[in-house]
């Protein structure tokens, strides 16, 4: 079936350091796969922090980045300088660009704490 | 700032005990689903309508779990009778009818005792 697998949390990264979280999916019943990725900050419902719906393409938002390798079947999250209000958990997830009522695949979610 | 609005935050029910809750998707917005997320982070994608007609629904929602959007008045959904294991966070969302991006709103914390 459909699935995402990200990288297992939680993790605890410095702040102004270097972050990526790993995303890589499974698209078997999916003709068109686009990917997101979610963001949900202490108290806060789940907010859309990027999606690309090309492969190769790159997508971004707050300084963070990700791009579709379809040869890779990957998504990974980055950021160059993290800082303490990134602090959050974050979803992969998958969707089927073919369909307008699809629904997501999500991954098991990341917990990141920056610390001062 | 979610622009779906679900209610109520927090609900605890006794096993047995029939729980709602309601969403009112973002203006605009005609295909909304709801979304069960469990202690361990995990979605399970319950039913989606447009409008006022379901799109597609798991089985699980044809026995205890029903869901309904009418014309004019917030989406719901229903447990008849709660379980242990329906404890979660019932997450609601909402899309244009030409995108495939979901919005979701801060959902429903259901504690089943």
């Known amino acids: 079936g459909d699935s995402v697998t990200q990288t297992e949390g939680p993790v605890t990264v410095s702040e102004s350091e270097s972050l990526i979280i790993n995303c890589t999916y499974s698209a078997t019943s999916i003709a068109y796969p686009n990917l997101f990725w979610y963001v949900r900050y202490p108290g806060e419902g789940l907010q859309l922090l990027l999606k690309v719906i090309t492969a190769g393409q790159k997508g971004s938002s707050r300084g963070f980045e990700a791009t579709y390798n379809k040869e890779t079947t990957s998504f990974h999250l980055q950021k160059a300088s993290v800082q303490e209000s990134d602090s959050a958990v974050y979803y992969c997830?998958?969707?089927?660009?073919?369909?307008?009522?699809?629904?997501?695949?999500f991954g098991q979610g990341t917990s990141l704490s920056v610390v001062p | 700032n979610s622009k779906v609005i679900q209610t109520p935050r927090y609900l605890v029910k006794g096993q047995g005990q029939k729980a709602k809750m309601r969403c009112i998707p973002e203006?605009?917005?005609?295909?909304v689903f709801w979304y069960q997320q469990n202690k361990n982070n995990e979605f399970k994608f319950l039913i989606n309508f447009q409008n006022q007609e379901v799109l597609q629904q798991i089985d699980m929602t044809e026995k205890r779990f029903s869901a309904e959007c009418p014309s004019n008045s917030p989406c719901s959904l229903e447990i008849q009778s709660s379980e242990a294991g329906d404890s979660a966070l019932y997450l609601c969302?909402?899309?244009?009818?030409?995108?495939?991006?979901?919005?979701f709103g801060e959902g429903s914390r259901l504690i089943v005792v």
């Open positions: 203006k605009g917005h005609p295909v």
């Open positions: 997830a998958l969707g089927d660009l073919a369909s307008s009522f699809s629904k997501l695949v």
């Open positions: 969302a909402s899309s244009r009818r030409d995108g495939n991006t979901l919005y």
